[in-house]
Structures are given as C-alpha cells and as structure tokens.
C-alpha cells in the first residue's frame, strides 16, 4: 500500500479537492472531495485507489496492490472560493526491499557460494571473504514488475581453507549495506575418482560372491551323486567327471543307468 500527500500552507475556502495523474497528452481525473457530494472515484480506479484523508486542507490518497503503472506524479487541486484552483505535485515512486538468498556447492577442489538479490531500485552485491584464490562473476535479470535480480557467484579454489569460516554477501541497497553471511560446514564432497573406486569395488563383490555360491552348489551336487553311487553307473561325461575349473561340453548320447 502507497499513498501520496498535498496540504495547504494557506488556509482557504476550499469547495473541492482533485487528484489527477499526470500524463504525456493531458491530465486523467482520478478521484475528487468535497462536503456536498464526498469521495467520488472515477470508475477507471475503483478498486486500486482511494482519498484515504478526508480533508479540504489536507489530502491524501492511497493505493491497493500498486504495480509498476503506477509509479509517477500526481496532481492535487484545490478548488478555492475567490482564489481559484490552487495545486501542487505528488511524485509516487516504487521501491522494494531486497529479498536475499545464499547457498553454497561444495566440490573436491571447488566452492562456489551463489548470492542472489531481488529488489527495486536493483541493489548491488559485494562479498566480505578471507583468503586469496578467489574471483566473482555477476548476473543481472530484469523482470516485467520493475524489480531486478542481482546474482554473484562466490569462486574459491582451494575450499578446504574456509571449512568451518564464514562467508559473507553484502547487499547494498538505498544507500544501505546488509550483510547475509554463510558458514561452510565439513561434509562429504563429491569426488569422481572415489565414486568410480566405491562402483567398481561393490562389482568386484558381487562377481565373487556369485562364484563362491556356484562353486559351493556344484561342490553340493557332485557329493550328492557320489552318496547315491550314481557316479559310477554313468556312460556319459557327467557332472561327476569334471574337474574344478574345466568346462566340458557333454555328449548327446543318452547315459544308460542299470
């Protein structure tokens, strides 16, 4: 909610104030005041806008919801008996408070800490950071509201150096410097060597866990065939016959079994 003022230095009989907004071709009626027939707002700013002090000396309007449209001056006129229209100006300009964001991404040999700001007039980012081996790049975004999207990102080369240190973005904004700090914490970076090491080694597992059980179910089988005395009464090569290690390819004749 935004509102501008105009007052009369000079008391006066005033019939009737007027707000207009200025304009490149002429001045738009917006609302008007005056004991006879009180607020009166033109049907093009109803529900946006309205005289929020009822006063023939003292005005003020105030707007709902404002966007960028409007953003610019205003005209108060005051309808005076025996002096005429009297007026004076009242500029309404937007501002929005910076709406900050900090986060960080960790690698192995890298630390980039991002600092986003979006605010209107558009702020400006600096960083407040200990050590050396570090540089910043900056990214601008225009939006279609009026407000601008500042992004600095923060690259450090060496991170181990600010485990546990602060980081620190400075938003500067109206003339005023806010500070939004970060502490980079310990933890487990991501590292392509040691994640292809972890693959590579949980294979390696599997593979020979599949062999030892093959292995022990075929060590299984043949003892059972030797308990049954059925590995002697085999013509065939069989499973009994073949050596650890060895793959046989076995006959296509029937084995006979007395």
């Given at each position: 909610?935004?509102?501008?003022?105009?007052?009369?230095?000079?008391?006066?009989?005033?019939?009737?104030?007027?707000?207009?907004?200025?304009?490149?071709?002429?001045?738009?009626?917006?609302?008007?005041?005056?004991?006879?027939?009180?607020?009166?707002v033109q049907q093009a700013y109803k529900d946006k806008m309205n005289i929020t002090e009822l006063g023939l000396q003292n005005?003020?309007?105030?707007?709902?919801?404002?966007?960028?449209?409007?953003?610019?001056?205003?005209?108060?006129?005051?309808?005076?008996?025996?002096?005429?229209?009297?007026?004076?100006?009242?500029?309404?300009?937007?501002?929005?408070q910076p709406t900050v964001f900090v986060h960080y991404k960790l690698s192995e040999d890298h630390l980039n800490v991002t600092c986003s700001a979006n605010a209107r007039p558009a702020p400006a980012i600096s960083w407040k950071v200990a050590g050396s081996g570090m540089d910043n790049s900056t990214e601008i975004i225009t939006h279609p509201n009026g407000t601008t999207s500042v992004i600095s990102v923060l690259h450090i080369k060496d991170p181990k150096n600010q485990m546990g240190k602060e980081v620190i973005c400075q938003v500067l904004h109206l003339g005023t410097v806010t500070n939004f700090g970060q502490t980079v914490n310990k933890g487990f970076w991501f590292s392509v060597p040691l994640l292809l090491s972890i693959v590579s080694l949980v294979i390696l597992l599997i593979l020979i866990s599949i062999l030892l059980y093959w292995k022990r179910h075929r060590t299984q089988d043949r003892a059972r065939l030797h308990s049954e005395g059925r590995c002697d009464e085999l013509e065939a090569i069989s499973l009994c016959s073949i050596p650890d290690g060895i793959i046989a390819v076995t006959s296509h004749e029937t084995a006979t079994i007395r």
């Open positions: 909610m935004q509102g501008t003022r105009c007052f009369l230095e000079i008391p006066q009989e005033v019939l009737i104030v007027t707000w207009q907004k200025i304009k490149a071709s002429s001045p738009d009626n917006m609302v008007t005041f005056s004991k006879e027939h009180g607020v009166v005005t003020t309007i105030t707007f709902w919801n404002t966007t960028l449209d409007d953003e610019g001056c205003y005209k108060c006129l005051f309808n005076t008996f025996g002096s005429g229209k009297i007026s004076g100006i009242a500029c309404l300009t937007l501002f929005v």
